[in-house]
């Protein structure tokens, strides 16, 4: 298997999306980062994230369970809690102290727009921060959360795609994608609000049945203001806004489990008045993700990040931009 990706220091020291917040609860989840597998754990309200291997017998924690907010390990029972700290070893008398050794090593993590986020190398200056989203703080808008997917498919690969618009009319016609012609205006690079870089468009999306909910509209064919946006490493953001002011806010994050399979999740938001259940509206997009995951899955390996090796016309122009600067980033 590749490391291109895996063993890249800069990637290490971004963060990802590992996991919806309401789905770290009363049990240790197991996750793998760039081909690092880890257990996460809520303990005194905070989350502790470890490699997953228990430093007595490296037995798996994730297969352990929580017991008054402390992780046991399934193999002899040794006991962390808050911060990764071993506070019991059931095979010594209590008096005896626990070797300073048995302590977990942790990572970082973070809980943003209900996802959790972890770094596994070093976050702080130069590293890539968590995306910013300012609808967030909007009380105009909901945020809808969707389940954490697996795709056999290189992050690269995704984040390219969600990027690009030139395949609306080609994968996406089972959704929105009919009504679209097959022809890009000229795509203009721009620095977008929020830290975001990447250009505006217009599209002309088929309305099906599943769509009139997204666009609260039920004529044939919406007309969408869009934009689409990408973070290093590879955070895509895309915006859509109907007339009328419905605003749709997707944030699409591919986390690299390794270098050709990946989770993606995606957060909503949308400053809609509330009649139609989160359910209904994230379905029209659950439909689309599926038909994107469906054409990503037959693509082999790593994206190519150099210049000379993919043919790129100027639809693409945005992809190319942000393999510069993942290139770039990654040889640092
Ligand atoms: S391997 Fe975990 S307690 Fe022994
Ligand atoms: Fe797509």
């Known amino acids: 298997m590749p490391r291109i990706l895996c063993d890249n220091a800069a990637l290490r020291n971004a963060w990802y999306a590992v996991t919806r917040s309401v789905d770290l609860g009363a049990a240790p989840v197991s996750i793998t980062l760039l081909d690092t597998k880890v257990v996460l754990y809520r303990s005194a309200g905070k989350i502790v994230a470890a490699p997953d291997r ?24 040794w006991t962390y809690g808050a911060e990764g700290r071993c506070v019991r ?67 690269t690969r995704m984040a390219d795609n969600f990027l690009d618009i030139s395949h609306f009319p080609f994968v996406h016609v089972g959704t929105f994608g009919l009504a679209q012609e097959t022809e890009v205006p000229k795509v203009k690079l721009e620095e977008l609000d929020s830290g975001w870089y990447g250009y505006k468009y217009e599209v002309r999306a ?10 609260g509209q039920s004529t044939d064919v919406v007309d969408r203001a869009m934009s689409s946006g990408f973070h290093l490493p590879f955070d895509v953001r895309s915006t859509i806004a109907y007339s009328g002011g419905l605003e749709h806010i997707l944030l699409l994050l591919s986390t690299p489990i390794d270098d050709v399979t990946s989770y993606f999740t995606f957060v909503v938001w949308r400053n809609d008045d509330f009649s139609v259940s989160a359910e209904e509206i994230i379905r029209f997009d659950l439909a689309i993700g599926a038909e994107d995951k469906r054409m990503l899955e037959k693509l082999d390996g790593v994206l190519p990040l150099d210049k000379t090796t993919l043919v790129n016309a100027q639809a693409d122009k945005a992809s190319v931009e942000w393999r510069r600067r993942l290139n770039e980033a990654m040889s640092a």
């Open 54 to 77: 228990c430093p007595h017998r490296e037995a798996p924690l994730s297969e352990g369970h929580l017991a008054n907010g402390c992780l046991v390990c399934p193999y002899h029972g």
């Open 89 to 155: 070893v059931p095979s010594s008398a209590e008096h005896i102290p626990v070797p300073p050794r048995a302590h977990l090593a942790t990572y970082t993590t973070a809980e943003k727009y209900g996802l959790v986020w972890l770094c596994i190398g070093e976050p702080g200056p130069g590293a890539r921060d968590i995306p910013v989203i300012p609808q967030e703080d909007d009380p105009k808008f909901r945020r809808i959360n969707t389940p954490v997917d697996v795709w056999r498919s290189s992050a």
């Open 206 to 215: 088929s309305n099906s049945a599943l769509g009139t909910l997204a666009s």
